[in-house]
């Protein structure tokens, strides 16, 4: 505590917190105010002196979405809350892990070449801007914490054509803890079943760890044929579609080794207007 005088009205704007005393004093001022001022300390953050499984709630709240969550604020619905991001390094890494470990993040494809956007922004972002190639070996705790906590990718079927699904399949060497991807694609426009299959099972021949791996092909606009089990054989084959006339029934592949096998329709709703 500390007292001092202060004959300046203006003063009183400054000060944070005080005890008034007003007292006559025979001077060449008729009054004399005598403020006792006392320094505060500053108050730390209420919100983070709450335990981290409510702030974890906060966040899934705020973060967590159902289904594919497009990769932009407005249209993902959360854009009164992604400045959170920006309030210190705690929050931002605490919130980070919530919003990208527990979504399924969509790929979108309208324009074509925004496709490998998301991907390139969080395998190459720092939270101070982007990374020059001379900065590649710099601090490492400086990257965008996203890349780390990415686990669940869909990449559907708008305008996602192979050379195109090729480069987004080479992007996700930068997202180490993937676990969920799902690929639905169009076989129209003269894209090869098995040059598809054969791109995903590279990728799955060096991502083992990603245990949920979930390719489809499209066959109507809100339906594919899941053909998953192409990627996950002890010994790969050759498929191909049964054409209907040879009327056996729907939704039929043959191998090379003339085994059948009927896909399993699923949906596949295109939800998110491109």
Aim: charged share 25%; hydrophobic share 40%; glycine share 4%.
């Amino acid at each position: 505590m500390m007292s001092e005088l202060i004959y300046d009205d203006n003063a009183l704007h400054s000060v944070s917190r005080l005890s008034l005393e007003q007292k006559d004093t025979p001077t060449e001022s008729s009054k004399m105010m005598i403020l006792q001022v006392e320094e505060v300390l500053p108050v730390g953050s209420h919100f983070l002196n709450l335990p981290r499984e409510i702030r974890d709630a906060i966040y899934s709240v705020m973060f967590v979405v159902d289904g594919p969550l497009y990769p932009n604020k407005e249209r993902a619905g959360m854009a009164d809350y992604i400045a959170l991001l920006r309030t210190n390094r705690q929050v931002y890494a605490e919130a980070v892990e919530i919003l990208y470990g527990r979504n399924t993040f969509q790929i979108r494809g309208t324009p074509a070449w925004t496709a490998p956007e998301l991907l390139n922004l969080l395998g190459s972002q720092r939270r101070d801007g982007f990374l020059r190639p001379c900065q590649w070996a710099v601090d490492m705790s400086k990257l965008c914490l996203a890349r780390y906590y990415l686990k669940r990718l869909y990449i559907p079927s708008h305008n996602i054509n192979l050379d195109r699904l090729k480069h987004l399949i080479s992007l996700l060497k930068y997202f180490p803890n993937l676990e969920y991807l799902r690929v639905i694609y169009n076989g129209s426009f003269g894209v090869k079943d098995m040059d598809v299959v054969n791109v995903c099972r590279l990728f799955r021949d060096r991502r083992p760890l990603v245990q949920n791996f979930i390719l489809c092909k499209r066959i109507r606009y809100s339906e594919a044929e899941d053909i998953s089990w192409m990627l996950w054989e002890q010994r790969y084959r050759n498929w191909s579609s049964v054409p209907q006339e040879e009327k056996l029934l729907p939704h039929m592949w043959r191998s090379q080794d003339c085994v059948l096998r009927q896909a399993t329709v699923v949906s596949a709703p295109q939800t998110i207007p491109e």
